[in-house]
């Protein structure tokens, strides 16, 4: 029986006995209780058994008191209550159920979801001052509003075709993204609550397109498709920073590491770069505006960079002239057309001049001349640094190996995009000192070098004259 059940029927029998003292009912019945333990049980006095008859339910029921009755009443609807109460056992407190389903992991990224970014695109995007607006993009998607809805509106006909699910720009919002914040497939995928695989064929799409449908309205060799007013600025801010005439560009190549390397080990020994990690190797020219007018990415790490621009187109269209300036200077009686400039590591041709020397023992004249050309190699430098700190997937390409090319050149691209912009300019990468011979002249480029030294003498000369002479 409930223990307290029972507790309520002791105090009860002592309501009792308080209203109707004449039927003492609990004293009698602990009073027995008591005596049948005892050996005097058996001598009890005639008072002893006259007082326990009294007690009898009987007697009771009997009673000229309405307490008995009142009594037993209660005590018979308290007892039936007690047998129809199922019995309570003690036992392990079950788990609490949950009111409501758990959490769906996908609520996680409802930051990420197609709604939350309409709504940042459409209304939270007008209640903030342009600085703060363009800030809070930049820190999302490595780019300011502008230059996002730029990119947006030129790729969305191009995505309409594809027949993508997805809003062109929720899609190029999630590829910037990750390009900017170098994220892989798997982690942007927990975020916008798609599928890895998913993420891969969306990034590819894009970066595709970029690199496709973009480079050639962004990235284009100046002086060619009626842009010689962009090659004449060019040459003349180079001579503003060098004092070398005619200059309108500097290479550089620069190493993109790989997240991992393929699979075949034969294959994997060609990507293995000289500085130990796995690479494709990317070639660029940069203007006075750290803007690209060339970009390549056709060789693995392991190649020497001097094979990678033999190889380029830009070789090519220059050595067969194809791409030939018609800007052409006299200096000290030999006519130089526009050139570039590259370090140590480039053969000497007339339209590419490097350094006499790595270590400053040529002539004055030709110190002089290297300094000037290395001060303004450092745009080149400068411009592949901006590159990998504004996109910072490049700093460890996570991509698979047959997109890595097109993701470079995407990023390269926007990369134009934004110095075009004057968007601000985050911290540079910084790249590993470059060092190695001087590569040795082919058969097919003597009359080349021999025309770039007679070129790159008459301008040393040129410059220490000039300079000497203020």
């Not at 005892?38 to 006095?45: G, L, R």
């Not at 058994?49 to 009898?56: E, F, K, R």
């Not at 007690?82 to 769906?104: E, F, I, L, M, V």
């Given at each position: ?377 450092s745009v080149v430098v400068d411009a592949i640094g901006l590159l990998k700190g504004r996109w910072k997937i490049l700093q460890d390409l996570n991509v698979g190996l047959n997109h890595a090319p097109q993701t470079i050149v995407a990023c390269c691209v926007l990369h134009n995009l934004c110095q075009i912009a004057r968007e601000p300019e985050p911290e540079l990468w910084k790249e590993p000192d470059e060092n190695g011979p001087q590569p040795r002249v082919l058969d097919g480029e003597k009359s080349f070098y021999y025309h770039g030294e007679s070129l790159r003498q008459a301008l040393a000369d040129d410059l220490h004259q000039r300079l000497s002479s203020r």
């Amino acid at each position: 029986m409930d223990q307290s059940f029972l507790l309520m029927l002791s105090n009860l029998l002592h309501l009792q006995n308080s209203l109707d003292p004449t039927t003492s009912f609990l004293s009698s019945t602990l009073s027995s209780s008591t005596t049948s333990t005892t050996a005097s049980a058996a001598v009890s006095s005639p008072t002893s058994s006259s007082s326990s008859a009294n007690a009898s339910p009987t007697s009771l029921l009997s009673s000229s008191s309405a307490a008995p009755l009142l009594f037993f009443t209660i005590a018979s609807v308290l007892s039936f209550l007690a047998s129809s109460r199922p019995p309570s056992t003690k036992s392990k407190p079950k788990p609490k159920t949950p009111s409501s389903p758990p959490p769906n992991p996908s609520n996680a990224a409802s930051d990420f979801s197609v709604s939350a970014f309409r709504a940042l695109s459409t209304e939270h995007i007008w209640s903030l001052e342009a600085p703060l607006r363009d800030a809070q993009w930049r820190s999302l998607y490595g780019v300011s509003y502008p230059v996002f809805t730029t990119v947006v509106d030129k790729l969305k006909p191009h995505i309409a075709l594809s027949n993508l699910s997805l809003p062109s720009d929720y899609a190029v919002a999630m590829v910037l993204s990750r390009l900017s914040h170098g994220f892989s497939a798997k982690t942007l995928a927990a975020s916008y609550s798609l599928e890895p695989y998913l993420i891969s064929k969306i990034t590819n799409m894009v970066t595709r397109l970029l690199a496709t449908k973009l480079y050639r309205e962004f990235i284009r060799i100046p002086g060619t498709h009626g842009t010689r007013r962009r090659l004449i600025e060019n040459t003349q801010a180079f001579e503003e920073l060098t004092s070398l005439p005619n200059m309108c560009g500097a290479i550089d190549g620069s190493h993109i590491k790989l997240h991992s390397l393929p699979n075949d080990p034969n294959l994997a020994a060609n990507y293995k770069c000289r500085y130990g990690f796995p690479s494709v190797q990317l070639q660029v020219v940069a203007d006075h505006k750290k803007i690209f007018w060339d970009v390549c990415v056709k060789a693995p790490g392991a190649t020497d960079g001097t094979a990678h621009f033999r190889d380029s187109l830009l070789y090519n269209r220059l050595t067969s002239g194809d791409t030939m300036w018609d800007k052409v200077i006299n200096v000290r009686g030999h006519n130089v057309r526009p050139y570039i400039i590259g370090d140590w590591c480039y053969p000497l041709l007339p339209f590419l001049l490097t350094p006499f020397s790595p270590d400053g023992v040529g002539t004055p004249a030709q110190n002089l001349f290297d300094g000037m050309l290395m001060k303004g190699r450092s745009v080149v430098v400068d411009a592949i640094g901006l590159l990998k700190g504004r996109w910072k997937i490049l700093q460890d390409l996570n991509v698979g190996l047959n997109h890595a090319p097109q993701t470079i050149v995407a990023c390269c691209v926007l990369h134009n995009l934004c110095q075009i912009a004057r968007e601000p300019e985050p911290e540079l990468w910084k790249e590993p000192d470059e060092n190695g011979p001087q590569p040795r002249v082919l058969d097919g480029e003597k009359s080349f070098y021999y025309h770039g030294e007679s070129l790159r003498q008459a301008l040393a000369d040129d410059l220490h004259q000039r300079l000497s002479s203020r």
